[in-house]
Structure formats: structure tokens, C-alpha cells
């Protein structure tokens, strides 16, 4: 009864590597995110959808690319992986309304570490 | 565009004393305000929110958090603390429209002494 999943929980790779992680979520939501969250804990929203369709693309390299099937999934998809980009990346969900947006619903994470 | 401080990186406390952790943001209207908190090897767990109104709110175990706005401060509460509190905690601002964004600030960590 996960409300929101993501896999893999770990993924180890080497630079250049093309690599993606998978998040699913089970709360009938409107809304999806993913975050980064560096090895100093801060949190970085990097994308957010809404039915499909992209609402925050925030200033990130377009070797990141999110893409949502339906409204349950958002994968996100790394092209030549850099050693920068090893984080631990959050999926969460929401629902679209002015308050029930920010109630985010986060997923255990995905560590990405790039050797 | 709006910003948040938590200036504690790590705090201890001995289980059952009382817990303050503080939490200063900029905005330029009213803000939303979080806190969320996340255990070790864990997602983010929503704590409590403030939108309007009675500026003292209560959340999930056992914390409340207070809305100063003269002081631009948004302050995690609880009584007693629990070992089980031990983990990072992250305050948070909301802003209305451009994709109802969450600022998160830097966390601080929790350490709970037996």
C-alpha cells in the first residue's frame, strides 16, 4: 500500500552512463515533483507535472529529462551521467488545488552515486 | 523570490526536554509556511502547515509551530521530546502560482540524547 514508490532505491553508475529512475504513486494526485537533495540535505525542486503536462522546469541541465506516461508516473531520465550529479532524488505528489498542493507526499528516494 | 533560514544545523537535546527549532523566511506577501520532517534513509513527512488564520499550529506528533510575522519567523515547537523525534527537520515557503513552488531551507538535525 506504498503511496508513492520509486526505483531503483540505490544506483551506482559511471560517468557517461545514461541511467533512469522510476516513480509511481497510488494517491490518485494531480501532481508530481522531483527534487535533489545534495550531500549537504538541501532540497531543489527540478520538475513538477500536472496531468501530463510540465508546470516547473526549474534550471536544470537538459541532460535531465522527466517524462510522465499518465498522471500515477513520473520517470526521470539522466543522459551522460556526471559525477555532479550524485544526490539522493525524491519523487512526491500532490493534489493541484491552492492549499493541498503544498502537501507533498514523498517517496523513500533514490541515491545516485556517479563514480 | 522567497528564501528560507534555518540557522541551526544540528541541535541536541536530552529526551524529554523541550524543543524549539528556528526558522526565519523572506517573502514579499503572506507566506505558506511547513515544516517537514524526514528519518533517516526516509522521504519527507509533511509536520504541519500554516496558510491563515490562528497564527499557533498544531501538527502530527505532538508539535506546533508559531507564524510571527514581525519577525518573519515560523518556529518548530514540541513539549518533550521522544528518541523516535531524532531526524532532520526542514521549514519550508510556499508561493502561489508558477507551479505552487516549496522552498525548503537547509534543515537542521535533531539529535536526541537518552
Same mark, same amino acid.
Given at each position: 500500500?506504498?503511496?508513492?514508490?520509486?526505483?531503483?532505491?540505490?544506483?551506482?553508475?559511471?560517468?557517461?552512463?545514461?541511467?533512469?529512475i522510476?516513480?509511481?504513486?497510488?494517491?490518485?494526485?494531480?501532481?508530481?515533483?522531483?527534487?535533489?537533495?545534495d550531500?549537504?540535505?538541501?532540497?531543489?525542486?527540478?520538475?513538477?507535472y500536472?496531468?501530463?503536462?510540465l508546470?516547473?522546469n526549474?534550471?536544470?541541465?537538459?541532460?535531465?529529462?522527466?517524462?510522465?506516461?499518465?498522471?500515477?508516473?513520473?520517470?526521470?531520465?539522466?543522459?551522460?551521467?556526471?559525477?555532479?550529479?550524485?544526490?539522493?532524488?525524491?519523487?512526491?505528489?500532490?493534489?493541484?488545488?491552492?492549499?493541498?498542493?503544498?502537501?507533498?507526499?514523498?517517496?523513500?528516494?533514490?541515491?545516485?552515486?556517479?563514480? | 523570490a522567497?528564501?528560507?533560514?534555518?540557522p541551526?544545523?544540528?541541535?541536541?537535546?536530552?529526551?524529554?526536554?523541550?524543543?524549539?527549532?528556528?526558522?526565519?523566511?523572506?517573502?514579499?506577501?503572506?507566506?505558506?509556511?511547513?515544516?517537514?520532517?524526514?528519518?533517516?534513509?526516509?522521504?519527507?513527512?509533511?509536520?504541519?502547515?500554516?496558510?491563515?488564520?490562528?497564527?499557533?499550529?498544531?501538527?502530527?506528533?505532538g508539535?506546533?509551530?508559531?507564524?510571527?510575522?514581525?519577525?518573519?519567523?515560523?518556529?518548530?515547537?514540541?513539549?518533550?521530546?521522544?528518541?523516535?523525534?531524532?531526524?532532520?527537520?526542514?521549514?519550508?515557503?510556499?508561493?502561489?502560482? =508558477?507551479?505552487?513552488k516549496?522552498?525548503? =531551507?537547509?534543515?537542521?538535525?535533531l539529535?536526541?540524547?537518552?
Amino acid at each position: 500500500d506504498t503511496a508513492v514508490s520509486q526505483t531503483p532505491k540505490y544506483l551506482v553508475t559511471q560517468m557517461g552512463n545514461d541511467k533512469s529512475i522510476k516513480c509511481e504513486q497510488n494517491l490518485g494526485h494531480d501532481t508530481m515533483y522531483w527534487y535533489k537533495q545534495d550531500s549537504k540535505k538541501f532540497l531543489k525542486i527540478m520538475f513538477s507535472y500536472n496531468n501530463k503536462e510540465l508546470i516547473i522546469n526549474e534550471t536544470v541541465p537538459n541532460r535531465f529529462s522527466p517524462k510522465s506516461p499518465d498522471k500515477a508516473h513520473l520517470n526521470l531520465h539522466i543522459n551522460s551521467l556526471e559525477l555532479g550529479d550524485s544526490a539522493v532524488y525524491f519523487c512526491a505528489s500532490s493534489q493541484q488545488d491552492r492549499v493541498s498542493s503544498y502537501e507533498q507526499y514523498f517517496g523513500p528516494g533514490t541515491r545516485l552515486t556517479v563514480t | 523570490a522567497q528564501s528560507v533560514t534555518q540557522p541551526d544545523i544540528h541541535i541536541t537535546v536530552s529526551e524529554g526536554a523541550s524543543l524549539e527549532l528556528r526558522c526565519n523566511y523572506s517573502y514579499g506577501a503572506t507566506p505558506y509556511l511547513f515544516w517537514y520532517v524526514q528519518s533517516p534513509g526516509q522521504g519527507l513527512q509533511l509536520l504541519l502547515k500554516y496558510f491563515s488564520g490562528d497564527t499557533l499550529v498544531q501538527g502530527i506528533k505532538g508539535f506546533e509551530a508559531e507564524f510571527k510575522r514581525s519577525q518573519s519567523s515560523f518556529n518548530l515547537r514540541k513539549p518533550s521530546v521522544h528518541w523516535s523525534d531524532a531526524a532532520e527537520y526542514f521549514c519550508a515557503v510556499g508561493a502561489w502560482g =508558477g507551479g505552487n513552488k516549496l522552498t525548503f =531551507g537547509t534543515g537542521t538535525q535533531l539529535k536526541v540524547e537518552l
